[in-house]
């Protein structure tokens, strides 16, 4: 089964696949991307993630190249023809190919590049132990909202969780603020309610949180989108993040201290059987 790359019009393997030098998304990382992930060979909330991909394009100023039914029927096709299970999609659109500068320029055509690669099942043992994470001083850029393809901060803090000897690093502002992962939505139990940040410039308004909140509702437990500070976070029974390739990842340590009882907690577990029977199983 071959992982399959789409580059400006043209199916291909993706060890095929290539742009040129001067594309600004290489030069200046002026793009956007998303992802979407398959449930039983289908692609999953697409909608949901083609309108946060115009929103992240309008936001930089760049004309989406395509309609949603042309996005469709491209995200359609790259999981027909990689014939996986189950798949992870990815679609990048940059400005394009200009001479170096950093003006828009007026007449470049987007670059739009989608690749589609086998997505495994999420590591039983994850949901069993969950995982370990640090907090890092917030040191990306103001708009956190737009999925832009600059990801670099994501890098470094992701590798200082490493070696750490932990899995991941949520960013928390000078003011103690709690915003999100490196790449998910940050939740927290407390005093029986489900928290987590609300939208804004600070994080990126997940597809699969907003299901989350959904699922969560369904069951009837009270749901909050409000400030979290690190004493909170540090405090909470619970904590547990969010995306959309790894769904519900419940957190065991935050900066070495046991969160609850060391183990995933029976809110995440709860709301998870739920979204899988609202949205997976249906």
């Known amino acids: 089964m071959p992982e399959i790359a789409y580059v400006n019009g043209e199916f291909l393997p993706l060890e095929r696949a290539t742009v040129r030098v001067e594309d600004r998304g290489f030069q200046f990382a002026d793009g956007v991307y998303e992802v979407v992930r398959t449930y039983n060979g289908k692609p999953f ?27 469709k029927s491209i995200i359609d096709e790259g ?11 990815y679609l ?13 320029p007026k007449d470049a055509e987007p670059t739009i590049v989608m690749t589609v690669r086998k997505l495994g099942p999420p590591a ?15 040191f990306r850029w103001a708009r956190c909202d737009i999925k832009s393809i600059a990801l670099l901060p994501s890098v ?19 003011d ?43 069951v009837g437990i009270e749901t909050a989108e409000e400030r979290i500070t690190k004493s909170e976070l540090l405090s909470a029974p619970e904590v547990f993040l969010s995306s959309t390739t790894a769904e519900v990842t419940p957190v065991a340590t935050v ?11 029976p809110v995440s577990a709860r709301v998870y059987e739920q979204f899988a029977r609202m949205f997976i199983r249906k």
Request: glycine residues 10%; proline residues 5%.
């Open 45 to 71: 909330a697409t909608g949901e993630h083609l309108a946060r991909l115009s929103r992240s394009l309008e936001a930089i100023e760049l004309k989406n190249p395509l309609s949603v039914e042309q996005w």
């Open 79 to 89: 999981i027909r023809r990689s014939s996986f299970a189950e798949a992870i999609v």
């Open 92 to 104: 990048q659109i940059t400005r394009g190919c200009a001479p170096r500068h950093r003006g828009m």
């Open 124 to 138: 039983a043992k994850v949901r069993e132990t969950g995982i370990a994470v640090i907090t890092v001083p917030e």
């Open 156 to 174: 470094l803090a992701y590798q200082a969780a490493k070696k750490a000897g932990a899995n991941d690093a949520i960013f928390v502002g000078d």
């Open 176 to 218: 103690g603020t709690v915003n999100e992962s490196t790449a998910g939505n940050v939740f927290v139990v407390a005093q029986g309610r489900l928290r987590t940040p609300p939208k804004g410039t600070r994080i990126l308004p997940g597809v699969t949180r907003d299901k989350l909140l959904e699922a969560t509702r369904a």
């Open 255 to 265: 900066d070495g201290k046991q969160i609850g009882n060391g183990k995933p907690g």
